[in-house]
């Protein structure tokens, strides 16, 4: 079972907006950033969005991310079918002896 | 732009050890900055950090507390690498293995290399 929570799945229509969840604890999202990941099938983890809302250079202003308290977003807007992908959260946790945890992944399926 | 290059054999036979390396170009492995991590994935499991290397004026290592017993991580900086140990497998640990590099968050990963645990 994965640290952080997330849907198995969502989907959407090309234009819609479509918001990915990621419930953690106070050990982690309570208290270190999130960051959140796109993976294609058979592809390295891309980075989308770091320390909650920041996009690196390069990723579009579709891609916006979000906290509060123990809980994380991801929001796509504009959704285009090459957006169709797994879609990870990760945070540093502080217990124990400190490591980093992820999210179990949401497939997003573009209709 | 920090390029990592994994390297190892992809099947592993039952309570021998699993060996993976990861050649860094475009950064280095004694750099102050950055620490050099192992993660595997699998459906199973989903994403597990399993531990991590990093240089600040002298070497540590990090692991896991699942993996503590069977894990070592260690730097080879002669050749700019660092590698993963892992001993006494089991089929539980066929995964995809990841190595990646975290400056305060994990920004660039290994290709992956599938390790099945198979007799």
């Known amino acids: 079972q994965s640290v952080l929570t997330q849907p198995p799945s969502a989907s959407g229509t090309p234009g819609q907006r479509v918001i990915i969840t990621c419930s953690g604890s106070?050990?982690?999202?309570?208290?270190?950033?999130v960051q959140w990941y796109q993976q294609l099938p058979g592809a390295t983890p891309k980075l989308l969005i770091h320390?909650?809302?920041q996009r690196p250079s390069g990723v579009p202003e579709r891609f916006s991310g979000s906290k509060s308290g123990t809980s994380a977003s991801l929001a796509i807007s504009g959704l285009q079918s090459e957006d169709e992908a797994d879609y990870f959260c990760?945070?540093?946790?502080?217990?124990?002896?400190?490591?980093?945890?992820f999210g179990g992944g949401t497939k997003l399926t573009v209709l | 732009q920090v390029q990592l290059q994994q390297s190892g054999p992809g099947l592993v036979k039952p309570s021998q050890t699993l060996s993976l390396t990861c050649a860094i170009s475009?950064?280095?492995?004694?750099?102050?900055?950055?620490?050099w991590n192992w993660i595997r994935q699998s459906p199973s499991r989903g994403l597990e950090w399993l531990g991590r290397?990093?240089?600040?004026?002298?070497?540590?290592?990090h692991y896991a507390v699942s993996m503590k017993s069977r894990i070592t991580v260690s730097p080879d900086t002669s050749k700019n690498q660092f590698s993963l140990q892992l001993d006494s497998v089991t089929p539980d640990d066929t995964a995809i293995y990841f190595c990646?590099?975290?400056?305060?968050?994990?920004?660039?990963w290994g290709q992956g290399t599938l390790v099945t645990v198979s007799s």
């Open positions: 990646a590099r975290t400056r305060g968050i994990i920004d660039s």
């Open positions: 475009g950064d280095s492995v004694s750099s102050k900055d950055a620490a």
């Open positions: 290397t990093y240089y600040r004026s002298k070497w540590y290592n």
């Open positions: 106070s050990s982690n999202i309570g208290r270190n950033t």
């Open positions: 320390s909650d809302n």
């Open positions: 990760a945070a540093w946790d502080d217990s124990l002896n400190g490591s980093w945890v």
